[in-house]
């Protein structure tokens, strides 16, 4: 048996309910390696966030958890190892992925994005589902029948996020949601993100350049640079960090 | 005026043909975002399979169009399975490179296996004229081929919006990496696009054989593709009904043009379909109905 307790674990007790554990992430674009070896850890209904600077390897971390590129290391999701799995069967388990930038469907209709994020869902509550994320995201149901293209930007980033949210998933991975969105806007989806973990429990991994903003609604953090984690801890003592300070919040 | 009406409905019976083919262009565009240079050549193979099963065993015909667009539909999911997907989609040339090597492949294996004389193809509708003016007549034939397009447009308007496989294939062609990311399987909804093809392909050219003026034989849809790909270019290639209003478009083109403009001989009618590709190409590169492609930065 391999399920040896590993003594360096700060909480053993905590393992039982640890969803993503990630140990020595390697992994890149053909010949250029990004990760360098990354360690961290999500337990079942926390918000993590990962903060980095640009070209740190943020987004490449979480096309490592879902499948999207080839990996070293060891990728283990609910007890189980994932790396090495087709993104398709990694949906299937539980891991839904908002990609960078907009991650809709731009040639189909709001509706039609939704359906498409429930695919993998066999049961009948589909359209259930999409009645309840239609009550969080108004703005969605007043447009169900336009294109997503059309839709501005925001409303695209509800779009995606709603779409994954509609596989029900037990982790959802965020990739910079605040990218190229107006301030106020970006408020209100992290608040958005926060009530929506409260609510249904959904664990969340959240990638973002905006610290102060994501520390927020999050519960721990982790920063990396250059492929490396170099820094970690809870939201609230990450905040008050003179490093993270000085290189994230610009104060 | 009879004479402008004759030649009208002589290019709505091409224009239909080139309308399906462009279908089945456009089912592979937007699974691929590639023109299927062998599309007339595997519609060509699927018709001969047609005539084969219809005069050679006996099978009733339209029993026989629907057993060959099955067979054409699995050798479309093939050669989407062994010759397509293991390239990276968003690498064109070697792609481009394997629908012509495609192309060569199915006029010669026709040639060998059904020879290369014409072969007169079995009725599939009924003869004779539903109307005529004069000199403009239009036959059984032409309502017949344009019904069978209407029809199959519906069909496959149907599958693409009501089914939950055709859901899986417009989000591909609309975001591949988002829609692997929902779950779908990307590789086997691409087969699907592909098996959908060459059905739509092989009825395609077996209506158009199916006209009393022609007969069945391996290079009998090399010029029709040619028309078929200005059609889909000028409906908008990801459009399904640009591509039937594109197809009956250029047949009435090439018709009139034929007819009216003296120094273009029948022989050259082939280049009206080009100078259509060009100047689409050149003044509407999205087409009458194609999504343009616009990204925000």
Known sequence: MSDEVDPATETPPATAQRLLDVRGLRGGYGPIQVLHGLDFHVDAGEVVVILGANGAGKTTTLRAVSGMIEIAGSVVFDGEEIAGTKKA???R??????????GTLPELSVVDNLRVGAYSRKDKQVDADMAKWFEVYPVLHERRDQRAGSLSGGEQQMLAVARALMSRPRLLLLDEPSLGLAPLIVQDLFQRFREINKETGTTMLVVEQNARLALGIADRGYVIESGQIILQGDAASLIDDDAIRKAYLGV | MELFIARLFDGISNGATYALIALALVLIYKATTLINFAQGEMAMFGAFIVLVLATERGVPIWLAVVIGMAISALIGAGIERTLIRPFDPADHLPLVIITLGLFLVFGATAGIIWRFDPRPFPRMFPTGNALSFGVATLTWYTVCVVLTVLIVVGLLTLLLNK???????????SNLESSELSGIRVGPTLQFGWALAAAVGTLAASIYVANPLFQLEPSVMARVLIYSASAAALGGLDSLGGAIIG????????????????????ELSLATAVAVLVL?????????FGTPQVERV
């Not at chain 2, 089914?163 to 062609?173: D, E």
């Not at chain 2, 478009?249 to 403009?261: F, H, K, L």
């Open chain 1, 89 to 91: 069967d990694i949906v």
């Open chain 1, 93 to 102: 388990k539980g891991v839904a992925h908002v990609p960078q930038g907009r």
């Open chain 2, 280 to 288: 689409v190409l050149v003044f509407k590169p999205s087409g009458l």
């Open chain 2, 247 to 266: 197809g009956i478009a250029i047949g009435m083109v090439q018709s009139i043009i034929v007819q009216y403009v003296p120094f273009i001989p029948n």
């Open chain 2, 163 to 173: 089914t939950k496989i055709g859901l899986a294939f417009r989000a591909v062609s």
